[in-house]
């Protein structure tokens, strides 16, 4: 039993008659400013307020998108965060004892007391707020675009690489794994339509003709565009090319004469597919050995700042707005999915398909002492097949109240269509998809911090601050590693986000701590 010091952040805004939201300070400007009188624009206001886009940040965090769900006019937004401008904010942080066990004790943290302080924050739009190069025009093959006889490639291609057949040299991948690679070919197909000359009709074909090496051309123009034009990122390439290869075996790995059960390496004789294999191993390579094309300062988020949001996100599980208005059932709904969301994380620092796919009754239960946790069998996480059963991942003590409420009162506000039983919803009552988890994480996070952090970097996150912990032993990282679903080596090489000088100051500590005077002579 270790006792640990967590962050709570009280954020506190007064409301009288002096003291007003910043979008209800602005009722007079719009009205002003679109000619219509100011009881036009208090429903827009009070649902601002009912989500707690109450202060000129709150307004910059907002994007389109959020605003039509909430039925803001677009026109509205923009006159309000032009409006906007450098926020003052006083956070008070305030620590208290909480006692801790088993593995959830490596997630906590212990934070110093901080003292009163006023932070000036310059903040930008979310919407024009980009970490690394701008955004590029699609190129892709949309589904609309696709002629009927590829949308059955497509189809079949992907029920090649999930299913079992006999005579198959490779196990079937997850149907999550073969998703992406099937948008990936997607991707490529547009690329060749655009940029090469092929005969009629587009297919899979198209990519690569035959089984020999020269028909890796066209992948080899593709992945050189991809870096030369579109800038893309060794490990980006990386990616393509493992799609790519796959649809190669799928294309020509029946004409393969090996066995991988007497040694072999399967499809090593057809002469494409060791041609891709050479460009996959060289693009991997580079990945390993380059600079990340983004600039993660820019987003990079401290482990204890990502706790100060989820208390932050804590305090808006409230029944009123912060001047006592009474807030609709699925403003409270929707903080409390926040809340849950990036609580459960906050304990589970897992890759965000754990939260996605989070289902009551079958993966979310609760164990004989009454414990909230999250099971997972070998087809519930990436590295399934290579771990097999995990531990059980527990609900961190501090967010359980907020679950309980979220299951008994507001995730039915939601509105979950057809009473399913995935934890999260979406907005229109659907379970939760991955873009939907990973834009609850950023836009949160941004209203907060002005970081435009993700949730896999929030992993790394994690792994950095731990590892950057003297008191954290090689058996404790090595604990996390297996409650985070990787290995250490992965932990050391992929998450740990460290410098080399962070890395080697407690080596250089350790050597300049060794005196002359306490040598025995």
């Known amino acids: 039993m270790l006792a640990v010091r967590r962050l709570q952040v009280l954020r506190t805004r007064w409301f009288s008659n002096e003291a007003i939201s910043f979008p209800r300070s602005k009722l007079k400007f719009l009205s002003e400013k679109l000619k219509r009188p100011e009881a036009a624009f208090e429903p827009f ?95 892709g093959l949309t589904e609309a675009e696709t002629p009927e006889a590829l949308r059955v490639e497509l189809k079949r291609f992907l029920a090649h690489m999930t299913t079992a057949s006999l005579g198959q040299l490779e196990p079937p ?76 075996k799928y294309l020509y790995g029946r004409n393969s004469q090996l066995d991988p059960t007497y040694g072999d390496k399967a499809f090593d004789d057809i002469p494409v597919i060791r041609e891709l294999r050479k460009m996959h191993k060289t693009t991997a390579l580079q990945s390993s050995q380059s600079l990340r094309a983004v600039d993660e300062e820019k987003k990079w988020l401290a482990w204890p700042d990502f706790l100060a949001v989820v208390e932050a996100l804590k305090a808006e599980c409230k029944e009123t707005t912060e001047n006592g208005k009474p807030r609709t059932k699925y403003a409270i709904a929707t903080s409390y999915q926040k ?28 164990n004989g002492s009454g414990q909230w946790i999250i099971t997972h069998g070998p087809d519930d996480y990436k590295t399934g097949k290579a771990y097999g059963e995990r531990p059980p991942l527990v609900i961190p003590d501090h967010i359980v109240p907020y679950l309980n409420d979220f299951l008994k009162t507001w995730r039915k506000e939601l509105n979950p269509v057809d009473q399913h039983n995935f934890l999260f919803c979406n907005t229109k009552g659907e379970p939760a998809t991955a873009d939907f988890i990973y834009r609850t994480f950023t836009r949160a996070i941004y209203r907060h911090t002005g970081k435009k952090t993700n949730p896999h970097l929030l992993r790394d996150s994690i792994v950095t601050y731990l590892r950057g912990q003297s008191s954290a032993t090689e058996k404790d990282l090595e604990a996390l590693a297996i409650y985070m679903g990787h290995s250490l080596h992965m932990q050391k090489s992929s998450y740990d986000r460290r410098t080399k000088s962070q890395k080697v100051a407690p080596a250089i500590s350790l050597i300049q701590s060794i005196k002359p005077s306490n040598l025995n002579k």
């Open 45 to 139: 206001i009070t649902r601002l307020e009912d989500n707690w886009y109450t202060s000129e940040n709150d307004i910059l965090a907002l994007t389109s998108s959020d605003a039509t769900t909430l039925n803001i006019p677009l026109r509205v937004l923009q006159l309000l965060q032009e409006e906007s401008t450098i926020q003052e904010e006083k956070v008070t942080a305030v620590a208290e004892p909480v006692i801790q066990e088993a593995t959830t004790e490596l997630i906590s943290v212990e934070i110093p007391m901080a003292e009163n302080h006023i932070k000036k924050t310059q903040r930008a739009k979310y919407e024009e707020t980009r970490i690394g190069k701008k955004k590029l025009e699609a190129y």
């Open 173 to 248: 991948i997850r149907m999550a794994t073969a998703q992406p690679y099937i948008r990936l070919v997607r991707l490529a197909l547009g690329y060749a339509r655009d940029h090469t000359h092929f005969e009629l009709p587009l297919s899979l074909k198209t990519l690569i003709p035959s089984a020999e090496a020269a028909s890796a051309e066209t992948v080899f123009q593709y992945i050189q565009w991809l870096r030369l034009e579109r800038k893309a990122s060794p490990n980006y390439c990386a990616n393509m090319l493992r799609a790519l290869l796959k649809l190669a």
């Open 339 to 366: 809340c849950v969301m990036l609580g459960i994380f906050s304990g589970i620092p897992d890759r965000q398909r754990t939260l996605r796919e989070i289902e009551i009754g079958r993966t979310l239960h609760q």
